[in-house]
């Protein structure tokens, strides 16, 4: 693969996982504002709708950035004991059903969010907004992570082996286990 | 086709994917899929959308961040360092001295973190040198901090409990309150242990150190001020309901970066990497979350877990055989499955069968909880005696092996809530009045 391609997906991913953490940060400034505000006797309604939003767009944009990261889980107790050739089988079969699954996913957020945007509907908390813009985070997480699984996919077809193993190994080499629960 | 037969089509699609290595999510959200398209002739594709943006969009959720990157921060300051010194002075007299820090150690830092994982290594990063550089028994450290480090998980703040609050749709902060109690007993056993195997093995037991003079212990423990006034703080603001679990948890991470700034341990670098691992991991929990309420809309359109929970009743089972077949049944997944997975795929399914047998759902959190945190220390994918591993060099059936009776204190305080259940309900019902 081309090295700026290599490098602009990468800094895609990265970008989008920069964005998911200011809104987590955001959660975090939102309600400490939100309960001095309450102490103030200032109103805040809406601010459950906005967090929730908040919430919504750090979950969906991180995913690419998480995935290629290597920290979605899964069972590895039997994949882990096979050879490196049937390892990789097994990794490119996973990756297919990552496509398949995620060009579905894709496809329903790009066509009911689109829906929310054609027919004009609004959110029905306090916090009153065209849907369809916080419905954007979950558009553009989903069609991130469908790239990236498909660049995943096309790398370890090519013979890499995949970044997603890659990073965690590097990662418990160096003692670093605070992203394990 | 029944609904039996539904089921364990379903059932084994998912065993394959999860054995093939197919990420927890996407499992979960095709089996879904499948169960939907070919056995509730519902539309798939709106039920997907509706799943994932109803599970990430919420209120309720963004505590989950929040307790995670409170965790973040504090791993990354000199809190387990200061834990020691301030805690050391203070158990020359006790049988087992200073081998008791690591229970210690790993339930205050539990009641600041979410992660059993994090509070293990926090815990032994500092406490395995000191003790092994001082001559303690060192399968009995590694075992103590393996164990003990799933405190992390129990005491309250904890991530378990959240998913398990979000996937049992019960109230985050009263499971909270009710992890308090089964973690005080879990210590008791764990310290009462160390200091049984000490008064057996003498020799085993280096010498106590220079005793100090009260004033002096009174200032190595000064350390342990900041920490000590978070959690104070975060007890308070949840018995005293001054707070929602979500701010709550925003005041901690307030707290937490007051420590690290403290301690000037606050970088911007720091800061950056707590934040970006906080997003990376709350993204990656949020996503098996969504993918299971999707998985649990097809549960809800086939009736499965209702027929489950019927047959089950027929079975007549008494309420302590059930528990003691779904224990049986967690320690199993638990050898394979890590403890998030774990409770959002049985939830749907369990739950009915346990409410209707007469438990608690609140009962039932501390009691998977407990069970979550034996998964932890149970090879061949006990993440403890990976973390352990991969900080000592020994094999993980050794450090599993080193385990065993602080595996026995788990399984008796599962014993213990199952007998007598006021240990758990006792403190939420007193603070938030009986639940109706």
Request: glycine share 8%.
């Amino acid at each position: 693969m081309p090295n700026t391609l290599r490098r602009s997906l990468d800094w895609l991913y990265n970008a989008a996982g920069f964005l998911a953490a200011f809104f987590v940060f955001a959660i975090f400034a939102v309600m400490i504002a939100s309960s001095l505000m309450r102490e103030l006797s200032i109103k805040t309604g809406g601010i459950e709708d906005l967090v929730a939003w908040l919430c919504a767009a750090a979950a969906f944009l991180a995913m690419p950035h998480a995935f290629k990261h290597g920290d979605f889980v899964r069972m590895e107790l039997l994949i882990s004991r096979l050879g490196a050739p049937r390892r990789r089988t097994f990794e490119i079969g996973g990756l297919a059903f990552g496509v398949a699954f995620c060009t579905y996913l894709a496809f329903w957020a790009i066509r009911m969010t689109w829906g929310s945007y054609e027919y004009g509907v609004m959110s029905d908390g306090l916090l009153v907004l065209p849907i369809w813009i916080p419905q954007l985070s979950f558009v553009l997480g989903a069609v991130l992570l469908l790239i990236a699984m498909t660049d995943e996919f096309v790398c370890v077809l090519m013979g890499r082996r995949p970044v997603y193993v890659t990073a965690v190994e590097e990662r418990h080499a160096r003692g670093d286990f605070s992203e394990d629960i | 086709m029944n609904v039996i037969e539904i089921s364990l089509i379903l059932l084994g699609i998912m065993l394959v994917l999860l054995a093939g290595g197919v990420w927890i999510a996407i499992t979960l959200a095709i089996t879904g899929f499948l169960g939907l398209t070919l056995f509730a002739k519902t539309p798939a594709g709106e039920g997907l959308f509706t799943a994932f943006w109803g599970s990430n969009a919420s209120w309720e959720l963004a505590a989950l961040p929040m307790f995670i990157w409170m965790g973040e921060i504090l791993f990354r300051t000199k809190l387990s360092e200061q834990m020691f010194e301030g805690l050391a002075p203070w158990l020359n007299r006790v049988p087992g001295r200073l081998m008791h820090t690591t229970i210690l150690g790993c339930g205050i830092f539990g009641s600041v973190s979410g992660s059993s994982a994090a509070t293990c290594a926090t815990i032994a990063k500092v406490a395995l040198p000191e003790l092994l550089k001082r001559g303690y028994d060192e399968k009995i450290a590694l075992g103590s901090l393996a164990t003990a480090g799933t405190l992390g998980i129990l005491i309250p703040p904890s991530i378990t409990m959240v998913v398990y609050a979000v996937a049992a749709e019960a109230s985050i902060i009263r499971i909270f309150l009710a992890g308090f109690i089964p973690g005080l007993i879990l210590m008791l056993l764990f310290s009462g242990y160390i200091a049984w195997w000490s008064l057996r093995n003498p020799d085993k037991v280096p010498a106590a150190e220079a005793e100090l003079s009260f004033i002096d212990k009174i200032k190595k423990s000064g350390n342990l001020i900041p920490c000590a006034l978070l959690i104070l703080f975060i007890v308070v603001v949840l018995v005293k309901g001054w707070a929602t679990a979500t701010e709550c948890a925003a005041y901690g991470v307030l707290g937490s970066l007051a420590i690290a700034v403290q301690s000037r341990m606050l970088t911007w670098r720091n800061f950056m990497d707590s934040l970006m691992s906080a997003t990376r991991v709350s993204c990656m929990i949020m996503f098996i979350l969504a993918g299971a309420k999707y998985l649990s809309l097809t549960m809800a359109f086939t009736g499965i877990p209702r027929e489950l929970a019927e047959w089950v009743a027929t079975l007549q089972l008494s309420p302590y055989m059930l528990i003691g077949i779904l224990a049986l049944l967690y320690i199993v997944l638990g050898t394979a499955l890590d403890g998030i997975s774990m409770i959002v795929l049985t939830s749907t399914v369990v739950l009915p069968m346990i409410l209707k047998a007469g438990f608690d759902v609140v009962w039932f959190g501390i009691f998977i909880v407990l069970l979550v945190e034996i998964a932890e220390v149970t090879p061949p994918v006990g993440f403890n005696l990976f973390v352990l591993q991969n900080m000592t060099g020994k094999d993980a059936n050794t450090i599993a092996h080193a385990s065993l009776p602080f595996f026995a204190c788990l399984v008796l305080c599962i014993g213990i809530i199952t007998v007598f259940p006021q240990t758990v309900m006792w403190l939420p019902d007193v603070i938030m009045g009986v639940a109706k």
